[in-house]
């Protein structure tokens, strides 16, 4: 059953469980079994082992801890706490009141947080935790559902990063067009400029952003979100009431009186300087040759700067904590709660993210991956419609895997083999529809950590955030597949942008023409 049709069945299963069911941890179960019997041909002991190996392969490694694993899970709690703290120190009040007399509307409040989104584009965690943070405080004033924040948070996640050559994504990515390039002998042009020409040619990237805006400024919302975005514009709840046990902070949590911005901006700006500056060091630390920006992030150990720049943005929370205690507004024991709260707070993504990770080891392990990628690389379509093709598998694939880098690392190999051996000048368009539709794949995913982390990051259910995402995300895939479709038969990147444009500009018309009531 290995990288055979009956390995796309697991994903598939907890997929369709989990939108079914909307209980993650039972549809990743379910997905989990269902993959181990599939790998030792129904061996009930064999599988049971299985299971228990990839469970302890979240935190054991090479005999040795998973440091890229734990350090995240480290830092999501860390986060948590930091949270807790700021609104007992009245931060986050503070910080809204501030911001609501310069953020006039809704629109104002989601184009704040669309803002942040992009500029934040060294790593793709980083951003996902950070930005709903940040920008929490402002979409609550404005009800704004968490939602529709944590699809804005998502979408500027992937698709920024992908596009961002110094980047955790960007070194990694001119990593992968590097040995394509040396595999085809390819001597006119450096890898990275190489990545540079791909930016434009990256059309889900550009889809997304531009969908995204056009939902925000035309005000209209369609499929669940919508739904979201009343109930948050009538009754002033950004989360369906039924689902207020994931907010990231007790309503009953003690809050002081004399809370000030600067004890959310403090906290925030050490994370976000510190692990900035750690991601350097260690970047730094790894290049002996050609030192610079790209080569420098793009080497940098991103999971133990996220620790320590986490402990940084922890100790000085604290040590508000004591400037607060010390004026006789917070007690000992709002310490002790808060960081209880805090922590509390991520544990349902702390378990969604193992089992996240168990069954993505177990996905690569049945060679999911592998069997969609033998499929494309066996194709004998025309090589017009070659970049569709191949941005709807990876797309496929990144979906059913829940990894938009192990997408990249199987389909670009194979992308510019069948670029050689049909039509070389397809080279970069077919790797840019590689990196287009892996993003598309994991911002769809329900087991994506990026996706699971967008969610943790703003507080909102996970499966709230998967559907309605999800028809967001298909019509801005639609929208790059009609590009990718022009630019096969044209061969022109621009009138491809342009097809692109011009598509937004007629979703922008439809949505703002068609009789359905704007949200206000």
Not at 6 to 32: C, D, E, N, Q, Y
Not at 343 to 370: C, V
Not at 494 to 519: C, D, E, N, Q, W
Request: aromatic content about 10%; overall charge neutral.
């Amino acid at each position: 059953m290995v990288e055979t049709a009956w390995s796309l069945l697991p994903p598939i299963f907890a997929i369709v469980l989990v939108l079914l069911t909307r209980r993650v941890l039972l549809s990743l179960g379910v997905g989990i079994i269902a993959a181990a019997l599939f790998i030792t041909n129904y061996h009930m002991i064999d599988s049971i082992l299985l299971i228990w190996e990839a469970y302890k392969g979240v935190f054991v490694a090479d005999g040795s801890l998973n440091t890229w694993n734990i350090y995240i899970l480290l830092f999501v709690l860390m986060l948590g706490i930091i949270t807790a703290f700021v609104h007992l120190l009245g931060g986050t009040k503070a910080f809204g009141e501030w911001i609501i007399r310069r953020v006039k509307t809704r629109v104002g409040a989601q184009l704040m947080t669309m803002t942040l989104g992009i500029v934040v584009f060294l790593d793709d965690y980083f951003n996902s935790l950070t930005v709903g943070q940040i920008a929490r405080p402002v979409t609550d004033q404005h009800r704004v559902s968490r939602a529709k924040l944590a699809y804005i948070v998502d979408s500027t996640a992937a698709p920024i990063c992908v596009i961002a050559p110094i980047s955790s994504w960007g070194a990694y990515i001119i990593g992968l067009i590097g040995s394509v390039f040396v595999t085809h002998n390819i001597t006119t042009q450096s890898e990275l400029v190489g990545f540079l020409k791909i930016i434009p040619m990256n059309f889900y990237v550009w889809a997304a952003l531009g969908t995204m805006f056009v939902i925000i400024i035309s005000k209209v919302d369609f499929g669940a979100m919508r739904m979201h975005e009343q109930h948050a514009i009538k009754t002033g709840e950004v989360i369906k009431h039924q689902l207020k046990e994931i907010d990231s902070h007790d309503t009953n949590q003690h809050e002081s009186k004399v809370g000030k911005m600067s004890d959310l901006v403090i906290p925030i700006a050490a994370l976000f300087i510190a692990t900035i500056g750690l991601m350097y060091w260690t970047g730094s630390q790894s290049v002996t040759e050609s030192k610079n920006l790209i080569t420098i992030f793009g080497e940098a150990d991103v999971s133990k700067s996220l620790l320590y720049g986490g402990i940084v943005g922890t100790i000085t929370t604290f040590l508000l904590f004591i400037r607060h205690f010390k004026q006789g507004e917070v007690e000992k024991s709002h310490f002790v709660k808060s960081v209880i709260t805090g922590a509390k707070s991520m544990l349902p993504a702390f378990a969604i993210l193992i089992f996240a990770w168990a069954i993505s080891d177990l996905i690569g392990q049945l060679g999911t991956g592998l069997y969609l990628a033998e499929l494309v690389h066996q194709s004998n379509l025309h090589f017009w419609f070659l970049p569709f093709i191949v941005f709807l598998m990876a797309g496929f694939i990144a979906f059913a895997t829940g990894t938009s880098w192990g997408s990249f690392a199987l389909l670009m190999p194979i992308a510019g083999q069948i670029a050689a051996a049909t039509e070389i000048d397809l080279l970069l368009p077919m790797l840019a529809a590689v990196l287009a539709g892996a993003v598309f794949g994991d911002h769809c995913s329900p087991i994506s950590d990026t996706t699971i982390l967008s969610s943790t990051g703003s507080s909102c259910h996970h499966i709230d955030h998967v559907t309605t995402q999800l028809p967001y995300a298909l019509v801005s895939a639609g929208i790059a597949g009609i590009g990718y479709l022009v630019f096969g038969f044209t061969g022109s990147v621009l009138l491809g942008l342009a097809i692109v444009g011009i598509s937004l500009v007629g979703l922008y018309i439809f949505l703002t023409k068609k009789p359905v009531k704007k949200l206000s």
